[in-house]
């Protein structure tokens, strides 16, 4: 069985930073592109950020710069590190492992 299991999110400032981790199990987790999406409100799902096996790295232009992405495959996880949050980086951050299996997504707010 798959689990993705997303951590970290949470109420932050604006400018401030917070770091998510997805823990993944049931998958041969260093063969596989791993993502991090996001939803706003009101807004579609967007990819922020992806990293293949070979730790290639794509980002969403708006948060080129911001965020970073990175996994230890020694550990079956990916992270986000997420600074000079704005307000509309706030949404429901979902992890993503071979654009097939889906976390239950970590709510991050960012306001004053």
């Known amino acids: 069985q798959v689990q993705l299991v997303e951590s970290g999110g949470g109420l932050v400032q604006p400018g401030g930073s917070l770091r998510l981790s997805c823990a993944a199990s049931?998958?041969?987790?260093?063969?596989?592109?791993m993502g991090w999406y996001r939803r706003a409100p009101g807004k579609e799902r967007e990819l922020v950020a992806a990293?293949?096996?070979?730790?290639?790295?794509n980002y969403a232009d708006s948060v080129k710069g911001r965020f970073t992405i990175s996994r230890d495959n020694a550990k079956n996880t990916v992270y986000l590190q997420m600074n000079s949050l704005k307000p509309e980086d706030t949404a429901v951050y979902y992890c993503?492992?071979?654009?097939?299996?889906w976390g239950q997504g970590t709510q991050v707010t960012v306001s004053s």
């Open positions: 993503n492992a071979q654009f097939k299996w």
């Open positions: 049931g998958i041969d987790f260093s063969i596989y592109t």
């Open positions: 990293i293949t096996n070979s730790g290639m790295r």
